[in-house]
């Protein structure tokens, strides 16, 4: 999956979408990035992209109804992923924390 197509998945939620960096005063946001890529070769040709993405679903909210739709939508493409959440116990604010590794393949290579 292109992240192009990462962040039309991740706008389905309904909720505001920053690439790199983004705060809202209020209500959730998710800001996500990529970090890493890796290239599977065979014959000097490259036959599949893994991209490592990082995803910060920030809300204020306990049990955030827009967390889960999150993880419903990314699950229902077949997009695993592990979470870590923490606390900021200054301004209140809960951080979901989802790795995820996006898959591009190529077919007959590039």
Do not use: C, W
């Not at 990462?6 to 690439?19: A, D, N, Q, S």
């Not at 790199?20 to 890529?37: K, M, N």
């Not at 290239?39 to 490259?46: C, D, I, L, W």
């Not at 909210?61 to 992923?81: A, V």
């Amino acid at each position: 999956m292109t992240l192009s197509n990462f962040r039309k998945l991740l706008l389905e939620t309904g909720i505001p979408v920053f690439h790199y960096e983004g705060e809202l005063e209020s209500g959730p946001y998710i800001v996500y990035q990529e970090y890493a890529t890796t290239y599977v070769f065979a014959s000097n040709k490259a036959y599949t992209e893994k991209t490592s993405v990082s995803v910060n679903h920030y809300t204020k909210i306990e049990f955030d109804q827009s967390f889960d739709l999150l993880k419903k939508i990314l699950l229902n493409r077949g997009i695993f992923f592990s979470i870590v959440t923490t606390y900021d116990k200054i301004d209140k604010t809960i951080q979901n924390q989802l790795e995820v590794i996006l898959i591009e393949e190529y077919g007959g290579g590039v």
